[in-house]
């Protein structure tokens, strides 16, 4: 009769009996139900999260475009005008060019296989790049000297936030290792990455260098030795 009662079958005499939890096991099993409710809910944010990378329709328009290279020649001899001009050409370039290379390489965290997509420090990083991509294309178009220095505060904004996207993107891919059955398709998805990633701090920065004494990159201002050969002089420095 008491075994029929803790099981809860047979004629019942009263409420049923419970086993007793002590108090360490009874918030062993609260943690353990708290635990496995967040991951559930962790797991149901990163789904909703990875189906919204893929429907982004504004990035797939920008990654369909061609990127309009600048050669060091071009950046060289794009000059410098007293009225400041050269930024605002500069600038608008940048906010046509940025956001079709960082499409580019979106479109290359979609080609992942989904399971390592879904490694959250990849999706991280893929994150990063989307949303630099939406603060680039919701800037307003440029049209003066306070748009553009608006505009650098924004470069270099995104320049930090992806100070470490070549630390993550190896963390990311050794945690997927075992997940990784075509190495070819990952190292062509580095060798992109880090190549159009280059490709774009170098715009970005030479842009930010041209507010400085300089042709973007390069440093047009004399050495020392250049200042003692013009002048003809032997001495040390003035």
């Not at 360490?24 to 409710?37: E, G, H």
């Not at 499409?103 to 296989?113: C, D, E, Q, T």
Request: net charge positive.
């Amino acid at each position: 009769m008491i075994l029929a009662s803790v099981l809860g079958s047979g004629p019942r005499m009263g409420p049923p009996l419970r086993p007793f939890l002590g108090p360490a096991l009874l918030l062993r099993a609260l943690s353990t139900s708290a635990t496995d409710s967040h991951h559930v809910e962790m797991a149901r944010e990163r789904s909703k999260t990875v189906t919204s990378f893929y429907n982004q329709s504004a990035i797939d328009v920008a990654a369909e475009k061609a990127s309009v290279r600048l050669t060091p020649t071009m950046m060289l001899y794009s000059g410098r005008s007293q009225d400041g001009s050269h930024l605002l050409k500069s600038a608008r370039y940048l906010q046509q060019e940025l956001p079709v290379r960082i499409a580019h390489r979106i479109k290359g965290f979609r080609s992942l296989p989904f399971i390592i997509g879904c490694n959250p420090t990849i999706l991280h990083v893929h994150e990063l790049y989307i949303r630099a991509f939406q603060k680039l294309t919701d800037f307003p178009p440029i049209k003066d000297q306070t748009d553009e220095a608006q505009y650098c505060q924004l470069v270099r904004q995104l320049l930090d936030d992806h100070k470490d996207v070549v630390t993550l993107l190896a963390e990311g891919l050794r945690e997927s290792r075992k997940h990784i059955e075509d190495e070819k398709l990952v190292r062509y998805f580095l060798d992109k990455t880090l190549t159009s990633r280059l490709g774009i701090r170098m715009l970005a920065t030479h842009h930010l260098a041209l507010h400085e004494d300089k042709v973007g990159c390069w440093d047009l201002r004399p050495t020392w030795e250049c200042q003692v050969r013009q002048r003809g002089l032997s001495q040390g420095p003035p």
